[in-house]
């Protein structure tokens, strides 16, 4: 018997079951449902964090997106679509240690901390590129804002606040500093009487 034949096709069969296997893997993000991007979208009507995994003793969530929570991390979610505007996510620093960061369909694309805190608010606006340039064309001249802008790479999305608790006595706290984190929609300038924006 020719071993030619018979390793070629081995070969060939691995080669393809190898593509196979690749190509599941890759798509398994775009086929699940019960990711985070899917589940995100429950806290799009809401104007504050959905609480993913909290840290005090109340009533424990029906489910958790975290397979192991980390036991001192508060967490919340706002989901947003710009095509209903921009999404401001709003937050007082305070004595817990906040950070907010955004992702996309493929991961995370920003983060930041409450030390990016200017007098005691941090406003993070993300946008598209469209209402970004907007943005920078009704700014006032000379005017500083406290606003840090970012640039989504895709319409849809979610940002992920965590508030961390370093001791037990202060889980409470770092649950209620989540959910007093604001995710509005900011609405175009209304126009005033004289027809200015």
Not at 122 to 140: C, F, G, I
Not at 152 to 177: H, K
């Amino acid at each position: 018997m020719k071993r030619g034949p018979f390793l070629l096709a081995t070969a060939a069969g691995l080669v393809i079951a190898g593509l196979v296997h690749v190509a599941t893997v890759l798509a398994i993000p775009r086929f699940a449902e019960g990711d985070a991007f899917f589940r995100a979208q429950a806290s799009e009507t809401l104007d504050h964090p959905l609480r993913i995994h909290g840290l005090a003793g109340d009533a424990p969530l029906s489910e958790s997106w975290l397979p192991n929570p980390d036991p001192a991390v508060s967490v919340g979610v706002c989901s947003y679509d710009l095509d209903d505007g921009p999404m401001r996510v709003s937050a007082q620093a305070g004595p817990l240690m906040l950070s907010v960061s955004v992702h996309a369909r493929r991961g995370a694309f920003y983060a930041l901390t409450d030390q990016a805190a200017v007098r005691g608010g941090l406003d993070l606006v993300v946008m598209t590129r469209a209402q970004y340039d907007e943005a920078l064309a009704n700014d006032v001249a000379g005017e500083v804002t406290r606003d840090v802008r970012i640039v989504a790479p895709a319409r849809r999305g979610f940002a992920v606040v965590r508030v961390i608790a370093a001791l037990p006595s202060q889980r409470a706290a770092a649950d209620a500093a989540v959910q007093a984190v604001g995710c509005t929609i900011d609405s175009p300038a209304e126009p005033t009487e004289d027809g200015k924006g």
